[in-house]
């Protein structure tokens, strides 16, 4: 059981910053892999960005690379994706999710997560 619990969306001006936080709970929550993705309406969840169980490896999807980056606090648990130079096109509900099942590898289908937040919306506007 991982029980996550994100936090930090809300509406920026286009280059703007917004780190989203994600803090998991329960058996095996530091030692999971940490993906994030994002959805909006009427497209697939789309792999946003991942990280190792070790946090040696990051994983990026091509749309955010370069602009998007995430970090973990293994003594906390807590996962965080810090977001900059937001456009119009990053708007969406952001969730974060993990996986117990893999180390070092991250998985880039949200079918290999097991486990969710209940998203934030993040919206870029001006």
Do not use: H
């Not at 994100?6 to 803090?23: D, M, N, R």
């Amino acid at each position: 059981q991982v029980t996550l619990v994100e936090s930090g969306g809300g509406a920026v001006q286009p280059g703007g910053s917004l780190v989203l936080t994600c803090a998991a709970s329960g058996r095996g929550a530091s030692e999971a892999v940490m993906g994030w993705f994002r959805q909006t309406p009427g497209k697939e969840r789309e792999f946003v960005a991942g990280l190792s169980w070790s946090g040696a490896i990051t994983s990026y999807g091509d749309a955010v690379r370069g602009r998007f980056t995430v970090s973990r606090d293994d003594a906390k648990s807590t996962s965080y994706l810090a977001m900059r130079d937001l456009a119009a096109e990053d708007t969406g509900v952001y969730f974060c999710a993990a996986s117990t099942r893999n180390r070092n590898r991250i998985p880039r289908v949200k079918d290999d997560y097991a486990y969710w937040s209940q998203g934030t919306q993040v919206t870029v506007s001006s």
